[in-house]
């Protein structure tokens, strides 16, 4: 199952071959799985709570392996969590980056790493800011910045906007369309949401249930068909 606009002749970057996974408690999270993106893009899943989406999120992190199935990623996958304050651990916006930085570097690249990262999210000139000081959505564009400086170029953002105001929302959303779609470098992520309106951003999109993931299409198409199932519902 792949995103639309691809080509068929390049390799998946991730992909999941019939994957099945099977908590010990006996809840079957991963259902003979199967998915295919390629690099880069802003990719989204629509499920519902239980549907097998942090499974899944684990699984591409190495946390947890395919009991069946295979699954294959050319991508170095950091998590992005819905709450950035369950995340971000250490008092400054220069001190969080340099966690996730490689050690080997020396002061003056280290401090024009830290300020081009925090450049590409929108904060630049923060380095000192505390973070106690940031609003939300400041706290969730540093929180991509960490996964970028740990060299990640595949970002698996669970419902990123979903504590956030309309205004943080938009930006966070331009923020991860902007690395997806520059020009040198560009990065892959892999979105979850519950807001239909942001599908209509997304390079493609597929609805995930019962452990499975449907076939992808666009992200218009597929707002268009769930969003009389929420309004019959709401």
Do not use: Y
């Amino acid at each position: 199952m792949q995103p639309v606009n691809q080509a068929d002749s390049e390799p998946a970057a991730l992909c999941f071959d019939r994957v099945s996974f099977c908590w010990p408690c006996g809840t079957k999270a991963l259902d003979r799985c199967s998915i295919e993106i390629q690099s880069p893009g802003l990719w989204m899943l629509v499920g519902s709570n239980g549907s097998g989406k942090s499974t899944l999120f684990r699984m591409i992190c190495g946390l947890i392996k395919p009991q069946r199935g295979h699954m294959h990623c050319t991508l170095r996958p950091a998590l992005v969590f819905q709450n950035p304050d369950h995340q971000l651990l250490l008092p400054s916006c220069g001190s969080e980056l340099l966690l996730s930085l490689p050690p080997h570097l020396s002061r003056s690249e280290t401090t024009k790493r830290i300020e081009g990262l925090l450049e590409q999210v929108g904060l630049a000139g923060m380095a000192g800011r505390p973070i106690h000081t940031l609003s939300g959505g400041q706290k969730q564009r540093l929180a991509i910045a960490g996964a970028l400086a740990s060299e990640a170029n595949l970002l698996l953002l669970d419902e990123p906007t979903a504590l956030l105001d309309a205004a943080s929302q938009d930006a966070i959303l331009a923020t991860v369309q902007q690395l997806c779609h520059r020009s040198k470098n560009p990065l892959t992520a892999l979105w979850v949401t519950h807001r239909l309106g942001e599908l209509d951003h997304a390079d493609g999109a597929a609805r995930m249930e019962k452990g499975r993931i449907g076939a992808w299409g666009s992200g218009t198409s597929l707002r268009r068909t769930l969003e009389p199932l929420a309004r019959r519902r709401g």
